[in-house]
Every structure is written in structure tokens, then in C-alpha cells.
């Protein structure tokens, strides 16, 4: 893709703009009646206020449930491939990175738990965001998620320096008893069985003044991932299951007063990953084969989370008050067979070749407690001018733990250790079990503990003026300052010995934002943007210095800490609608100050951020719906970003470092994506008077993408041959050869069809109905060392659901 100027950029959108308005303007046709019956009103609070979607001064999608149950998404990542500019890596069970518009600064895994997200996730009015586990959400009685494109560091904050996703749920309704079940059954190709059942109610109380509404649903994911174990083989590893429920309690106390508490709960357990291996360092070089990985010892993932918020809003009459207090409380476990990784280092520091037998279990462990709180004022009056002013705190608390359980462990390095201390070079000693442990437990050859406490307070505003009839413009900013304390503490082989060494970061500044609105005429509104983002900075974790080369220990031990990252997004874009047709588009350009970019720091077993000075992203995005007949829904949301570095990082040889070159297009987002889906819908009196049968259909097309930095530039990606030592079954290849490290893009078509009557419906479906098996991300374990594979998705699915309203 051709660079393009921001200049450039902004100037052919200008142009799209006046194509565009002045194609929309005659776009009505003689239909337009029953079309306008068939086109939804959505309403949105991306502003926080309620208002309609095509009336949002700037790019935001939002999928309804109807949207959701015709794609047949599952989670949020089946949810991005319909959205323009919203990608999703899928790093694992319960693990996903969230990218808006291309801003990606690379892989973000389980152990780096300082680095902040560059998608703020909300639901409803409580942020819920967690870098790497923001929480999978079942997507049952939602009534949309929010997609707000471009930096919202304005009303939502740091961690919105992309965009911001929210998660709006279906709230209790004082009037009316509704409510709905759902249960399916499906089987996966070459895989397990799988299934839900899912219910809501939603009970008034005291008529017109409170209500109680209840959602329930549990899970089970059928595997499809096999493991080679050194005692045979195991069928479907990844199997899993999903338990949850919410509950929210309504009270109208007077006619201008309300509060809303609610309690979410929900459990996640996989006793897998979806990792299909290439190469695995206790078998060389010979892969098991697709959708399969090998095994020493059982992997596990676990996340319970539980939320609890409480919402209360005051009409004052010339304005509106609501305070949003809300408190989550997660206990994750990450578990994986580490066999790979620990052998592999036992056999650079000349362990007997016995200990290979020896299954080692990673176990990171996080605990994360949060308390906010917001508050704000919002005009009430329907006059020109339009204001919203507020207050935000947050007090964090997060710790991380890793321990690396290896039964027998000790007794091999002490063996080593005595040989070694007793020749004559000193420079070849290696200390004991006991002089490493630093009080953490014995047979782990490493552990860490990680404390982070951060507090963060903000005060934000907004104002609109109607200028004219037609022109809009607004302005806003937001004041925050945070400081964050990290506290660290390691020990054994693989560990440096820290012991209570804390840091400290602090961030403070100003980031604004300016809009404007142009009613063009009855069908169509031209938008322009102007935003800042931010990202708080922090510091690295030590290099795990007893596992470095020396080459990688002298390229990543001076990377200690990093700065807060920003950028600015300039856009423009136009909102159309008739009874027909809705067709929103937009251009956007994106300067980034001081990108936070993961790497992998090779042989050391860690991983490092750094600030890259300049990048940028840019591109066009759209989205059309249409009914062109009666009973047919069609739909089509498609992007295409340049998103790359702006300048290079070297080392002291000058040699470009990870891949970070002028140029080199920035990771886990891809340059083309786009999806199609459509429904069509007649009546069906051969299965009841009041029946209607449906077909309905979904492709997305992912377009390649890199998982790091490094995966773009030969020979920095992997190591070499040389650097790649094998264990028993030695069968050397090079890495190179084993694995391609770009991403090829990938279609997936879903189908379904069913009937629906006035209160029930059935629906059989087949997702991925082509049994595409795509590279969502590159997995790699000790820089490429131990283990090389690729996490893939669900092969083709065969199921029904049935669903009964009342």
C-alpha cells in the first residue's frame, strides 16, 4: 500500500464526501416505504448521552443482538470481523489483544502484566478493561456493542488511545415482564461437542417504579486441538466451559431519581490452549501434525471475575447527574507445560540429559481488585449549547505470581552445580538450589512476585454549540494524573534474586478534542475530527539475566523503563441514511508519539517495551447497509489501513533492533478486512400462520498481518539453526524453514437457517462452513528455542439453537 500524507489523505476523503452527499441525495426510490419500516433506529450513549447512531459526531459502529445472532458470533473476536478497523489477536483462552484502526504495538503476553491497553473496554458505564484479559463476556441479552473509532481519552481516559469498545446490556424495564431461553447444541469437525444454555427475565416489582432483571448461562466448548504425550496421544486438549450471571435491580424512588445496583459474575475454565505446533524442543523437528501440540503435563485457564456497580442518575431540570461507582474483583490462572522451555535451559547449563523427563508447569497466577469512580453533569435543556462536565478516580491494585513446579529438579542442579564448583575455573561455578531460592519454594527454578498499585484521577468536560441549523462544533478535554508503584521480588536458577526492588511512574497532562458537524442536507451529515490519546508508560521487568546471551543481554538490558505514549487522529467522514440505505464512511489519520512496542528478548526468556519515537496509521473505513427488497437485509463493513514505523532503533553496531525500521508496517493488524452478511426472510404458512423462514449468511475476509515486529525482518524473527538446541529426539531443522511467520489472510463463511414464529424460533448453523484453518498468531516460547506453533481457530461446527421469547 502506497504511503499516504495526511494532506493527502484528508484531501481524497473531502472529495469521497462530495461524491458521496451528492450520490445520497437522490438516493430515495418508490420502495422507500417498506424499506423505512425495516431500517432500526439504534440508539447509542458514545457520548454519554443517548442518542441515534447517524447523530454521533464521529466513526462508531454498533452491532445490536440482531446483528450479533445473524453472524452467528460467539465472543467479542467473531464480533470484530464485522466491524470495520476493530481487530482482534487471539493470544489463547480467556487472552485477546484489542487493536482500533491499526494502533498495535505488538503481542502482549501473560507475562507482562505493567503494560496498559490501547482499547479501553466498557460495560455499560464500568470499565472493565485488563490488558491481555479483558474479560470474555458472553454476548447473551446484550442490546449492542459499541465500537467508537479513534483516540476517547476525553470521556473514557487512558487505555482508549485506539478507540473504545462497549459492551451494552439490556437494563430492567419498570413496565413490562419479558423475558427469553436459548439452548444449542453443536459438533466440531475432527473435534468434541458443545453446547449452551442460556436465560434472562426481566420482572417489574412495583409497577412503574422498580424492576428485577436476571440472566443465567452456562457453556461448554467441545475441543478440537490433539497432544502427542510421550504415553500415547489425547483427543480434544482445549475443551472448556463459561458459567455466568447477571443480575440488576431497577428502583424509580421519585420521578427524577433512580439507582441501579447490579452483580456480574462469571467463571471460564479451559483445560487447554488452542496452540498448534511446528517444532517443539522435546521432539525437534518433527511437528505432531495439525491441530495438534505435544504434552509432558495437562495445560489449564481459568478467569473469575466478578463486578458489581452501582448507578444512580438525578434529573436537576436544568440538568442530569450520574454517578457510576463500581468494583471488580479477578482471580486468573494461566497454566502451561513449560517442559520445553526449562529443558531447553537445562541443557545450555550441562544438566544430565535425565532431567528431560522432568514435566515443568508455569503457573501465572493474577489477582486484580479495582475501585471507581465517576461522576458527572450533564445539560439537560434543548437549547444550542450542550455540555457535560465530570470527575473520575481509580484506585488499582493487581499481583502477579509465576512459579515454575518441577518435581526433582533440585537434585539435578545440585548435582551440576557440585561438578561444576569443583574444577579449577571459577568462572564456571554455578550456585546451588539453596544459595538461588531467595525464599520461594524448592523445585521451582523460577518464581516471581509482582505488585502493582496505580491511582489515577481525572477531571473531563465536552460542550457542543449549534452554530447554525446546520453546523455543529464541539470541544473538550480531559486533565488526568496517575502514579503507579511496582514492586518485584524473584528467585531461583532461571531468576535474577530481586528482592523487594520497587519503581515508580507518574503521568500527568491534557488531552483535547475538537469536532464538527455539518448537516449536508435531509440524508446526509459530513463529520471532521481532531483527538488525542494517551497511554500510561512504565517500567520493564528485569531481564532474566541467567538465561541471556550475552549478544541479547547487551541488546535489552538497557531498556528499563518506557514513556507514556500518544497521538493525535485527525479524521473526516460523512453519515448517510435513507429509507433504503445507511452508508457511513470516514478517512483518518493517526500521528503516534512515543509507541510502546513489545519484543521478545530472545534467549532471556522475557520480554521488553521500548518507545519507538514516530508511527503513524492511516486509512479509510465503511460501512452500507441495505433493503432492497421486502424481507432482504444486506450488509457490507470494510477497511483498509497503512499502519507503520516512522523511525528505526538501533543498536550500538547499528543494527536495526526487532524489526523496528522506517517502513515496516506495525504487528497484529491486518491491511485489508472486510466482511459481508446478509438475511433474507418470507413467510412460511406451510409451518404456521404466523411463521417466517429465514436463510442468512456471513464472509470476513483477514487480511495478513505479523504477530511482532521482528516477524517482517529475515533472521529476526527465530533464531537460527545454531541457536536452536534440541533434546532427546534431535532432528534439527531450521527454524526458517519450519514456520512462516507472516500471517496469511483468511475467509471464513457462516450459514444458517431456521424458522421463526411470533415468540420461538430454530436456527441450524455451520460456521466456518469452508473449515478454514487460519493462523491467528504466532506462538513462540523462549524467543523460538523451545517451542514454535501457531494459535488457530474452531474447524467447521454443525449446530442448532432454539430460542422461546415470553
Known amino acids: 500500500m ?35 419500516s425495516r431500517q432500526q433506529t439504534i440508539i447509542v450513549t458514545a457520548t454519554k448521552r443517548a442518542e441515534s447512531l447517524q447523530d454521533v459526531p464521529f466513526s462508531i459502529n454498533a452491532q445490536t443482538q440482531d446483528d450479533i445472532e445473524i453472524t452467528g458470533a460467539g465472543s467479542l473476536e467473531d464480533v470484530a470481523r464485522s466491524v470495520a478497523g476493530l481487530s482482534i489477536q487471539n493470544l489463547g483462552p480467556g487472552q485477546s489483544q484489542v487493536a482500533i484502526r491499526g494502533v498495535s504495538a505488538g503481542q502482549i503476553v501473560r507475562d507482562q502484566p505493567g503494560v496498559k491497553e490501547q482499547v479501553g473496554v466498557y460495560l455499560d458505564e464500568s470499565v472493565i478493561s485488563l490488558s ?10 446484550l442490546n449492542r456493542v459499541e465500537t467508537l473509532r479513534g483516540p476517547q ?3 473514557f481516559g487512558s487505555g482508549s488511545v485506539g478507540g473504545t469498545v462497549r459492551y451494552i446490556t439490556n437494563q430492567p424495564d419498570v413496565d413490562d415482564f419479558e423475558g427469553r431461553v436459548e439452548g444449542s447444541i453443536n459438533t466440531i469437525d475432527d473435534g468434541g461437542t458443545g453446547g449452551h444454555i442460556k436465560g434472562a427475565v426481566n420482572m417489574p416489582l412495583v409497577e412503574g417504579q422498580s424492576a428485577l432483571r436476571l440472566v443465567g448461562y452456562h457453556t461448554e466448548y467441545g475441543g478440537y486441538i490433539d497432544a502427542l504425550t510421550p504415553t500415547g496421544s489425547k483427543e480434544d486438549v482445549n475443551s472448556g466451559n463459561r458459567t455466568g450471571g447477571r443480575a440488576a435491580l431497577r428502583f424509580d424512588l421519585t420521578p427524577n431519581f433512580s439507582v441501579t445496583p447490579r452483580v456480574i459474575y462469571q467463571e471460564i475454565e479451559a483445560d487447554g490452549f488452542n496452540r498448534e505446533e511446528a517444532f517443539n524442543w522435546l521432539t525437534g523437528g518433527l511437528p505432531p501434525g495439525e491441530n495438534a501440540q ?32 463500581s468494583y471488580t474483583d479477578r482471580d486468573i490462572l494461566v497454566s502451561r507445560d513449560a517442559s520445553a522451555l526449562t529443558h531447553s535451559v537445562s541443557q545450555d547449563l550441562g544438566f544430565d540429559p535425565a532431567v528431560f523427563a522432568l514435566p515443568s508447569n ?90 502493582y498499585q496505580l491511582e489515577q484521577f481525572a477531571v473531563f468536560g465536552e460542550a457542543s454549540y449549534d452554530v447554525t441549523e446546520r453546523l455543529t462544533l464541539t470541544a473538550g478535554g480531559r486533565f488526568y494524573d496517575f502514579e503507579e508503584d511496582r514492586t518485584i521480588s524473584s528467585g531461583g536458577l532461571f531468576a ?144 483498509l489501513i497503512e499502519a507503520e514505523f516512522d523511525s528505526t532503533v538501533v543498536d550500538g553496531t547499528g543494527t536495526v533492533i526487532g524489526g523496528i525500521e522506517e517502513g515496516n508496517r506495525l504487528p497484529s493488524v491486518p491491511e485489508l478486512q472486510i466482511a459481508a452478511s446478509g438475511v433474507y426472510r418470507w413467510a412460511a404458512p406451510w409451518a404456521g400462520a404466523d411463521a417466517e423462514a429465514f436463510v442468512a449468511g456471513s464472509i470476513q475476509h483477514v487480511g495478513s498481518r505479523f504477530t511482532q515486529p521482528s516477524d517482517q525482518t529475515d533472521g529476526q524473527g527465530l533464531p537460527s539453526a545454531t541457536g536452536l538446541a534440541l533434546g532427546a529426539l534431535t532432528g534439527a531443522e531450521n527454524p526458517q524453514e519450519l514456520v512462516d511467520l507472516d500471517l496469511d489472510a483468511y475467509e471464513t463463511l457462516n450459514l444458517s437457517t431456521g424458522l421463526e414464529f411470533d415468540s420461538w424460533s430454530v436456527t441450524l448453523f455451520v460456521n466456518n462452513v469452508t473449515d478454514t484453518n ?33
Open 496 to 639: 535474577n534474586g530481586d528482592s523487594n526492588v520497587m519503581d515508580t511512574t507518574s503521568s500527568d497532562g491534557f488531552t483535547p478534542r475538537f469536532l464538527a458537524s455539518y448537516e449536508f442536507n435531509e440524508v446526509v451529515t459530513l463529520n471532521a475530527q481532531a483527538s488525542q490519546g494517551f497511554r500510561l508508560g512504565g517500567v520493564n521487568d528485569p531481564l532474566n539475566v541467567p538465561l541471556c546471551s550475552d549478544e541479547d543481554e547487551a541488546i535489552f538490558g538497557s531498556f528499563q523503563d518506557y514513556d507514556d505514549e500518544t497521538l493525535w487522529n485527525y479524521e473526516a467522514g460523512f453519515k448517510a441514511q435513507t429509507g433504503q440505505v445507511t452508508f457511513n464512511a470516514a478517512a483518518f489519520y493517526t500521528d503516534i508519539s512515543d509507541l510502546q512496542v513489545t519484543l521478545d528478548a530472545g534467549s532471556c526468556s522475557s520480554r521488553i517495551v521500548f518507545n519507538v519515537e514516530e508511527a503513524h496509521t492511516a486509512g479509510i473505513e465503511g460501512e452500507i447497509s441495505v433493503s432492497p427488497a421486502d424481507g432482504l437485509e444486506l450488509s457490507i463493513a470494510a477497511s
Open 362 to 451: 508455569l503457573r501465572d497466577s493474577t489477582t486484580y481488585e479495582s475501585i471507581t469512580q465517576e461522576l458527572r453533569l450533564s445539560s439537560a435543556s434543548d437549547g444550542p449549547l450542550q455540555w457535560l462536565v465530570g470527575v473520575f478516580y481509580a484506585d488499582i491494585e493487581r499481583d502477579y505470581n509465576q512459579r515454575l513446579p518441577t518435581a526433582g529438579y533440585d537434585a539435578f542442579h545440585q548435582a551440576r552445580s557440585d561438578f561444576l564448583n569443583g574444577d579449577a575455573d571459577p568462572d564456571n561455578d554455578l550456585p546451588g538450589p539453596a544459595a538461588v531460592a531467595n525464599g520461594f519454594p524448592a523445585d521451582s527454578p523460577f518464581n516471581s512476585d509482582l505488585n
Open 294 to 325: 505435544f504434552l509432558l503435563l495437562d495445560e489449564a485457564f481459568s478467569d473469575e471475575t466478578l463486578i458489581t456497580d452501582l448507578t444512580a442518575e438525578i434529573n436537576l431540570g436544568f440538568a442530569d447527574l450520574t454517578s457510576i461507582t
Open 2 to 36: 502506497q504511503k499516504l500524507s495526511k494532506r493527502k489523505m484528508l484531501g481524497t476523503c473531502a472529495l469521497a464526501l462530495v461524491m458521496a452527499a451528492s450520490g445520497q441525495a437522490v438516493a430515495q426510490d418508490a420502495d422507500g416505504d417498506d424499506a423505512v
Open 132 to 141: 491481555l484479559f479483558t474479560p470474555d463476556l458472553d454476548l447473551f441479552d
Open 774 to 806: 487460519a493462523n491467528l498468531s504466532f506462538d513462540r516460547e523462549r524467543g523460538g528455542r523451545a517451542r514454535l506453533g501457531y494459535r488457530t481457530n474452531q474447524p467447521r461446527t454443525v449446530g442448532v439453537t432454539v430460542r422461546k421469547d415470553f
Open 153 to 155: 481519552g476525553t470521556l
